[in-house]
C-alpha cells in the first residue's frame, strides 16, 4: 500500500516537473510549440518591463560611494549609447557608438557594437554587424534577454539581430529599407528602439528614419566639426516615417507591419520611442508628423490592426511626442511631448484612448521615459532642446515628481541639474530615484557637469558622483544593489557603482 501511495507521489511530482512554468533559464513548452518569456535576470529589457515602469525589484546604493566598484572603458573609443540589460547570471549587455570622430571619414571599423561584460567589469565579447552609414553606425537599442538565452537589439543599421549567450548571430531580420553600401549618404531606416517581447512570444521592434538632422543644429555642429562638411550635405532633411514590426523571436521572420502614415500617406509619422505593451498585450507608442510636428499616441492591437488613435482626427492637436510610453497599474497611458518654442506637457491617457489629464512643465522636451514608483508616483525628467544654438535659453532640466490623482496630476517635488535629463531614470524597491544628466558628444569638453544623481523618494539628494562623460541611457540596478551607468564622449566607459567585496 505504501510503495503504491509513494509510485502515484512520484508520478504526480514528475509530471508537475514536466509540465511547470520553467520561463527562468529554459523556454516553457505548451502543447508542442516552444513559448519564450523574459529572463529572470535584474533587468532584461528596456525601462525594466513591458510597461516601461523602470522599476527595479531591489534597492540600490544609497551611500555616497568613495569612487566606483569598477570602470570599464569602452573598446575602441565608443562611447556607451544604448541602455544596459541584465541576464539572471549578472552578465551586462549593452550597445555603442563610435564617436572617436563625430562623423566618421571612413567605414570600416566605425561600426556600433554590443557588448557582453561580466559582472565584474570584464570583457566577454563583442558583436559587430559590419554594417551602418557614416552618419549613423550605433546600437542606440537596448539589448532584450530572453528566457531562451538570445541577446535582441536593433541598429542604425536597419536591423535586428538574435545572439546566443556566445555572441554569434543566430538570425537577422531587416526592415524595409535598411542600410545600403552603395549608398551611404542616403537616408536609411534605422533601429533605435528597443525591442519589447509579447506573451506569445511576438516580438515589437519600431523603426525610425535615420540620417536626419536639422538644418539649424547641422549648420552649429559643423563650426565646431569641420569634418561634416566633407560629405557636402547640403539640404538636410527632417524624418520621413517609421513603421513597427512584429518579427518571430525564434527565427526572426516577419509576423506583420504596422505603418502609422497609411491614414495620411502625405503626412509621413516619425517614430523616436520605443513600444510598450500592456497587461492585455495593447501596443502603445508615440509618433509625430515630420512635416506638421503633430503628435499622436497610437494603440495597436496583438494582430498588426489599429485600436485607436490619440488624438482623434476630429480632436485638437497636441505637439510631436518623442518619448517612450509608460503603462500605469490602473493601465493609465502616461507619454511626454517636444513643445519646440513651447513648454513641454506630460499627457495621461486613458486606456479606451480618451484624455485623462495633460501636465506642462518649465523645460521645452521631455525625451525620457516617465518612470512608475511602487506607490504609483510618476517621475519624468526633462530638458530644453535647442541651448547648443540659443545662449539665452535655460541651460537646466528637472526631475518632476507627480501624483495622479484621477482628473488632474499634483506635484510632489522636483529637483534642478544642469543640461537636463535625456534618458529615464531607474526607481528602486523604496522609492529611491537614480538618474544622470547630459550635453552632446559632438562637442567633447564642451561641458564638465555630468553627474549620477541619487535622491530619495522626497527627492533630496542622497549622492551624486561625476562622470567623465554626458549620458544618453539610464542607469540600472542589479541584484546586489549595484547601480550602473554609461557614459558617451571621448572617455566613454560603463561605470559600476554598489557595495565591494569584503
Keep these: 500500500m505504501v510503495s503504491r501511495i509513494f509510485i502515484v507521489f512520484l508520478t504526480i511530482f514528475l509530471l508537475s516537473c514536466l509540465t511547470s512554468d520553467i520561463s527562468g533559464g529554459d523556454a516553457m513548452k505548451q502543447s508542442g510549440n ?9 533587468w532584461p529589457t528596456y525601462c525594466a518591463d513591458t510597461r516601461h515602469t523602470c ?3 531591489y534597492k540600490g546604493l544609497t551611500r555616497k560611494p568613495k569612487k566606483p566598484k569598477w570602470i570599464f572603458q569602452s573598446p575602441g573609443g565608443h562611447g556607451i549609447s544604448s541602455p544596459v540589460a541584465i541576464a539572471d547570471d549578472g552578465t551586462l549587455y549593452f550597445g555603442t557608438w563610435k564617436n572617436k570622430q563625430f562623423t ?13 561584460l561580466s559582472r565584474d567589469g570584464k570583457l566577454n565579447w563583442t558583436h559587430d554587424s559590419h554594417r551602418g552609414s557614416p552618419l549613423a553606425s550605433g546600437v542606440e537599442s537596448s539589448p532584450l534577454l530572453t528566457s531562451d538565452s538570445k ?13 546566443n549567450r556566445k555572441g554569434e548571430l543566430l538570425w537577422d531580420f531587416a526592415c524595409d529599407d535598411p542600410f545600403d553600401p552603395e549608398k551611404p549618404f542616403d537616408d536609411n531606416e534605422q533601429v533605435i528602439s528597443s525591442p519589447k517581447l509579447g506573451k506569445d512570444g511576438t516580438l515589437y521592434i519600431c523603426s525610425h528614419w535615420g ?19 566633407k560629405f557636402g550635405i547640403k539640404a538636410v532633411k527632417e524624418p520621413l516615417w517609421s513603421k513597427v514590426y512584429a518579427i518571430d523571436v525564434q527565427n526572426g521572420s516577419r509576423k506583420w507591419m504596422y ?3 497609411r491614414d495620411t500617406p502625405f503626412n509621413k509619422k516619425v517614430i ?11 501596443l502603445y507608442f508615440g509618433a509625430y508628423d515630420g512635416d506638421t510636428f503633430q503628435g499622436y499616441l497610437y494603440a495597436v492591437n496583438p494582430d498588426g490592426t489599429k485600436k485607436w488613435r490619440f488624438p482623434k482626427n476630429n480632436e485638437k492637436s497636441i505637439d510631436a511626442l518623442q518619448s517612450s510610453p509608460s503603462i500605469g497599474d490602473d493601465g493609465t497611458i502616461y507619454i511626454g511631448s517636444f513643445g519646440g518654442k513651447k513648454k513641454a506637457r506630460l499627457y495621461a491617457v486613458n486606456p479606451n484612448g480618451t484624455l485623462k489629464w495633460t501636465y506642462e512643465i518649465t523645460e521645452n522636451r521631455i525625451t525620457s521615459t516617465p518612470a512608475i514608483g511602487v506607490d504609483g508616483t510618476l517621475y519624468v525628467c526633462s530638458h530644453n532642446w535647442g541651448f547648443l544654438v540659443n545662449p539665452r535659453m535655460p541651460k537646466e532640466g528637472h526631475v518632476y515628481a507627480l501624483e495622479d490623482l484621477g482628473k488632474k496630476p499634483r506635484l510632489k517635488w522636483k529637483f534642478a541639474v544642469d543640461y537636463g535629463i535625456l534618458a529615464p531614470p531607474a526607481v528602486d524597491s523604496e522609492g529611491n530615484i537614480f538618474v544622470a544628466n547630459y550635453s552632446d558628444p559632438a562637442m567633447p569638453g564642451f561641458f564638465k557637469t555630468y553627474r549620477l ?12 558622483y561625476l562622470l567623465n562623460g554626458s549620458v544618453y541611457s539610464p542607469p540600472v540596478i542589479d541584484k546586489d544593489g549595484t547601480v550602473y551607468i554609461g557614459t558617451m564622449g571621448q572617455d566613454g566607459a560603463l561605470y559600476a557603482f554598489g557595495p565591494r567585496k569584503k
Excluded at 541577446?151 to 545572439?163: E, Q, S, T
Design 453 to 464: 544623481y541619487a535622491l530619495n523618494s522626497k527627492g533630496e539628494e542622497l549622492w551624486s
Design 259 to 261: 505603418d502609422p502614415s
Design 104 to 116: 566618421r571619414d571612413k567605414m570600416k571599423g566605425h561600426s556600433g557594437l554590443l557588448v557582453s
Design 211 to 229: 540620417n536626419v538632422y536639422n538644418p539649424t543644429v547641422m549648420k552649429e555642429l559643423s563650426k565646431r566639426a569641420p569634418a561634416i562638411k
Design 272 to 282: 523616436w520611442g520605443s513600444p510598450a505593451l500592456g497587461e492585455d498585450g495593447t
Design 55 to 57: 522599476r527595479s525589484s
Design 151 to 163: 541577446i535582441i537589439y536593433g541598429k542604425d543599421d536597419g536591423h535586428v539581430y538574435a545572439l
Design 34 to 42: 516552444t513559448k519564450v518569456s523574459y529572463n529572470r535576470g535584474a
